[in-house]
């Protein structure tokens, strides 16, 4: 493979102008290359003469908090395929040495490079293949082939429907036991259904709660069972809470665009629920990318006079300048977007597998590799895992919705500087929100990195509280009280530097909903008894159906 590599980079330099094309530094190239066969010999030398010493690295069994490709005793108790391990490993830290080496790339090109060639590397690991994985063969002689019978299966499958299987599809059921929080539907658009759900004290905070999900997910994540919802334990610490289903992207939708989703979804569910219960205000919620816009919708209530609608806004793991954007923007440059463009030319939507898909391949080896050897090599059976579950039921997207959010938002960053991104013909300036505000982000986020997420902090002139959640995107956010899991990070004075945050931030164990809740009872001192419109389907708006209604159900 470095033969290979560095013959094609010879070869393309040679032919190719000097100025555009990156290239290592000679004497540099040379000493990787005599580094690479330096290891080499070495591990061919203690394959040959067992005696000899491995290293330290080698010498005792890998940390918990290893490679769990390569876990198993199998692949240091027996020789050769101990070998194949070592040989893999050295092999691909010598390639992404090799992209750190090479010269004329801008950083950039250097992550898009790094991103390629650990993918690649992934792909390529022994544990991918019958013959090279050790467990593989174990379990094919236990079972004499039947393994690998099932695991066809498994892959067939999968290709039938056009989608990685992470969990077992009969194991959930929306309204069964994922999304069981009682409500009912009392609006619905061509764009959402808004869901009002039933309360569980006898009185509740006087200024609800409107939440707004991402429409490129299922609005469940925040319902998946009784214990890790967010909105069932919203609705039990006193609040009427609502929240925003998104549809499913159809043909009917080729024309949405972002303002539809902040004019004929956000702003109309916040005035359908201030004239529903008969209220200056709402407090609100917004989730990753419905988060970005939410600031958007800020800003524009405030240019139009009506910022006081809106009490408070909490910003889960949410950005809106994407200078700093994380592993996503490697999937976006002119040719992907053009690609983009042509996979939903026909139908006006993009699939919502594309987008699991990318999300996968974030962690292709933990949410693509992980599986392929489990289900098609191992032929083990699906586990049920409801956030797997959620994380497969895919949403379509507008078509021209998700070129334009791309383009004009991860590409060319037009939110984080005034006056550049318009909706409904108003340019947006998120410093004139004097809304207080609630900035969560999760510490290992890969999707919205925290560097990313707080500089939200920046653009907001109002009264913002950040909150550093521990875990990622998914688990940062939905983490409930009583589990006891994870960690926040708070810093109660004003800072201007994630840096400076985290140098002096105070840790408190579990979950920092609670935190939350505390920042909105400052907000929100006065309750109301729980009767008329409080109760869903006994105001003016008449229950449609029970929740979690049917935009949730279609796909």
């Known amino acids: 493979m470095m033969e290979h590599m560095a013959g094609a980079l010879t070869a393309a330099a040679d032919t190719a102008p000097a100025k555009t094309f990156p290239m290592q530094d000679p004497a540099v190239f040379l000493r990787a290359q005599a580094e690479f066969w330096q290891d080499s010999m070495a591990l061919w030398q203690r394959f040959l003469t067992p005696a000899t010493?491995?290293?330290?690295?080698?010498?005792?069994?890998?940390?918990?908090?290893?490679?769990?490709?390569?876990?198993?005793?199998?692949?240091?108790?027996?020789?050769?395929?101990?070998?194949?391990?070592?040989?893999?490993?050295?092999?691909?830290?010598?390639?992404?040495?090799?992209?750190?080496?090479?010269?004329?790339?801008?950083?950039?090109?250097?992550?898009?490079?790094?991103?390629?060639?650990?993918?690649?590397?992934?792909?390529?690991?022994?544990?991918?293949?019958?013959?090279?994985?050790?467990?593989?063969?174990?379990?094919?002689?236990?079972?004499?082939?039947?393994?690998?019978?099932?695991?066809?299966?498994?892959?067939?499958?999968?290709?039938?429907?056009?989608?990685?299987?992470?969990?077992?599809?009969?194991?959930?059921?929306?309204?069964?036991?994922?999304?069981?929080?009682?409500?009912?539907?009392?609006?619905?658009?061509?764009?959402?259904q808004l869901i009002q759900y039933t309360p569980a004290t006898e009185k509740v905070g006087a200024i609800p709660l409107v939440i707004f999900p991402p429409w490129i997910n299922r609005f469940y994540i925040l319902d998946l069972n009784p214990e890790k919802s967010f909105i069932r334990w919203a609705v039990e610490q006193g609040l009427t809470v609502f929240v925003v289903s998104w549809k499913s992207a159809d043909a009917t939708m080729v024309d949405v665009t972002m303002d539809d989703y902040i004019l004929r979804g956000q702003v109309d569910a916040i005035d359908t629920v201030r004239d529903l219960l008969d209220v200056p205000a709402v407090h609100t919620i917004g989730y990753c990318v419905a988060g970005t816009a939410l600031a958007c919708t800020l800003a524009i209530l405030t240019e139009r006079g009506q910022a006081d609608k809106v009490a408070s806004a909490t910003f889960f793991t949410a950005q809106v300048d994407f200078d700093q954007a994380g592993e996503l923007t490697m999937f976006i440059d002119d040719e992907q977007l053009a690609m983009l463009g042509k996979l939903s030319a026909e139908t006006g939507y993009l699939d919502g597998r594309y987008m699991a898909l990318t999300f996968n391949l974030l962690r292709g080896r933990d949410l693509i590799w992980n599986y392929v050897v489990n289900n098609?090599?191992?032929?083990?059976?699906?586990?049920?895992?409801?956030?797997?579950?959620?994380?497969?039921?895919?949403?379509?997207?507008?078509?021209?919705?998700?070129?334009?959010?791309?383009?004009?938002?991860?590409?060319?960053?037009?939110?984080?500087?005034?006056?550049?991104?318009?909706?409904?013909?108003?340019?947006?300036d998120l410093s004139v929100i004097h809304t207080p505000a609630y900035i969560q982000a999760g510490r290992e986020d890969h999707i919205a990195p925290v560097e990313s997420v707080f500089k939200l902090t920046r653009h907001l002139s109002g009264p913002v509280r950040f909150v550093l959640a521990g875990s990622g995107h998914i688990a940062g956010v939905v983490n409930p009280p009583s589990a006891t899991k994870y960690q926040y990070w708070v810093n109660e004075a004003k800072v201007d530097t994630l840096d400076a945050f985290v140098a002096d931030a105070t840790e408190t164990k579990g979950s920092w909903w609670p935190d939350w809740r505390r920042w909105i009872a400052a907000l929100d001192g006065e309750t109301v008894a729980v009767d008329g419109a409080r109760i869903p389907g006994e105001g003016k708006l008449p229950a449609i159906e029970d929740a979690p209604g049917r935009y949730v159900r279609t796909r």
């Open 53 to 192: 010493p491995a290293p330290a690295a080698e010498a005792s069994p890998p940390p918990k908090t290893g490679d769990r490709r390569f876990a198993a005793p199998q692949w240091r108790d027996n020789p050769v395929f101990d070998m194949i391990r070592q040989s893999y490993l050295m092999v691909t830290d010598h390639l992404l040495k090799g992209v750190d080496q090479l010269s004329g790339l801008d950083d950039r090109q250097r992550e898009k490079l790094r991103f390629a060639t650990t993918a690649f590397a992934d792909a390529m690991s022994p544990t991918n293949f019958a013959l090279t994985n050790p467990l593989v063969l174990e379990k094919t002689v236990e079972t004499r082939g039947q393994n690998l019978v099932k695991g066809l299966e498994h892959m067939l499958a999968d290709i039938g429907r056009g989608q990685l299987t992470h969990t077992d599809p009969t194991a959930f059921e929306i309204g069964r036991n994922l999304a069981m929080t009682p409500g009912k539907v009392v609006r619905e658009t061509p764009l959402y």
């Open 376 to 428: 098609y090599l191992l032929g083990q059976d699906y586990p049920p895992f409801d956030l797997l579950h959620w994380n497969g039921d895919t949403t379509n997207l507008p078509a021209k919705w998700h070129q334009a959010y791309l383009t004009d938002l991860y590409r060319d960053n037009k939110l984080a500087r005034a006056g550049e991104y318009v909706i409904d013909g108003t340019p947006i």
